[in-house]
DNA sequence: CGGAGTCCACTGGTCTGACCAGTTTTTGAA
DNA sequence: TTCAAAAACTGGTCAGACCAGTGGACTCCG
């Protein structure tokens, strides 16, 4: 195996080992050089691989220091090998809402199919509780409307996945970005497409539930992007062969 | 930002768009330094910073590789949050698959979408494969030609979720189901659906593409199922890892 | 004395060109 | 034609130089 890999697992291990703690500093690249008797090459590659992982963090200048742990990891859950998509890639973003789009409609299309009476009782007053308020403002009871219904599909995977996606995004998305957004009109439209979700999951009307769901994800997607737009971040779309060819000479 | 990053970003944001597909060749590090015109050693750190984050594999003497997006194959085993959910209730397998249905139908669509001409080289090379043997016996190809096309959808948390459920059913239903009924019928069947499926997803037709996927996924629950009423132990859980590992071979 | 510069010794970031070590292709002799 | 040596790739490591931020120490002036 390649030195700098023998390197940077090392210093990994110590790490978590908690020979380092956080926020602590890392010798110098030339110190660990000079001390573990390879060139400086070596250590900077060896580091750059611990960046990549998110396991220190480098400052021109200053040094390198041990990454503080994610505080929220513990709480709601695990750490997702997907996390690392996002660190600067925000249009990873709309993949999660690209996948939650189906999995939303699948769950009111299976709520509206499976719920029970204790379901609906639950929906019905998640609703109610939204209702009262204005649900730009209150990420809160939306999520609860929203699992609840999820939770009324009665099926565990299905709940399971979209929580993890959730809190993925919640993870991402800067605090509620509903809130930079209070739109009058967008906040009408939003109720709106609630309050259809509702009486479809109500009614017993699967297709119409799903197709309620899905268009709201969808709805707050195309949101997001044009804020995205609008905040000068570009997304890029679905990129053909063109995007390519700027490095594909070398291989077939 | 240092450019080693920039490069990395990059380099990123082209693979998982799609400009580089998995198990392609990178660019040499010579290539790359003379073409972005910085020297190789800025080129090593990047590579370094994306070997840490698993986007690319690099091999001594060969080169450097895109690294299949499904994280969780080839990794030190990390135990999936879902897998509590099967202790106890291995009824779960039909969650799985109905989730699964939707989640596959909807990769086809994307794929259909967005594959490259390289995406459909691929599935082609994978479909071909599978075409010359018999589906049923032939787990490994049977899931190459599924990754294929999940993976030409472009959407990494699509990729991610879709394995991580396919490694659930792994782990809990008995090594390849299918070669314990090789029956005429639905052999034929199984292969006409992939046929449709591919079909489908070169012409770029994404309704039908995701149509075929979905009834494919169906049948072979809705296999499943009956294979359950008529009584044969299908489900049983691993008792350790080990055993989970001779599992892991199978496919759909 | 106290503040405002300047300077210098750190830190990481980049470049160059060389050489070592695996892998693949080409070549040329048997 | 066959097959082994050689050349031409690939990544891995090394050396030393210089650029670019950071921060402390040390002036120098008010």
């Known amino acids: 195996m390649a030195i700098s890999q023998e390197i940077s697992y090392r210093l990994e291990r110590l790490i978590l080992d908690g020979g380092l703690a956080p926020e602590q500093k890392i010798p110098s690249e030339r110190q660990l050089a000079t001390r ?28 390198s220091f041990v990454a503080s742990m994610v505080p929220g990891a513990n ?23 690209e996948v939650r789009e189906q999995l939303e409609g699948q ?10 009476r204790l379901d609906r009782h639950r929906i019905t007053k998640a609703f109610r509780a939204l209702e009262d308020t204005d649900p730009l403002s209150n990420a809160r009871l939306d999520h609860g409307f929203h699992l609840a219904i999820v939770e009324a ?20 998305v800067q605090a509620s970005v509903a809130n930079l957004n209070p739109r009058e009109e967008m906040r009408k ?32 997607s195309e949101a997001m992007r044009d804020m995205e737009k609008e905040g000068g971040t570009l997304i890029r779309l679905p990129v053909n062969q063109e995007a390519a060819n700027e490095y594909s000479r070398a291989g077939t």
């Open 107 to 116: 769950a009111a299309y299976l709520a509206a199919q499976r719920a029970t």
């Open 153 to 172: 599909s009665h099926n565990p995977v299905l709940v399971h996945v979209l929580n993890s996606l959730k809190n993925m995004m919640l993870l991402t």
């Open 189 to 220: 439209k939003i109720v709106r497409q609630h309050r259809q979700l509702y009486e479809a999951v109500i009614a017993g009307k699967p297709a119409s539930a799903q197709k309620a769901a899905t268009a709201h994800v969808r709805f707050v």
């Open 75 to 97: 709480e709601l859950g695990e750490q997702s090998p997907l996390m690392h998509l996002f660190e600067g890639h925000p249009r990873t973003l709309f993949d999660l809402l």
């Open 36 to 63: 573990l008797g390879v060139s400086r090459a070596v250590i900077r590659e060896a580091l750059h691989e611990l960046q990549g992982r998110g396991v220190i963090e480098t400052r021109h200048g200053k040094g």
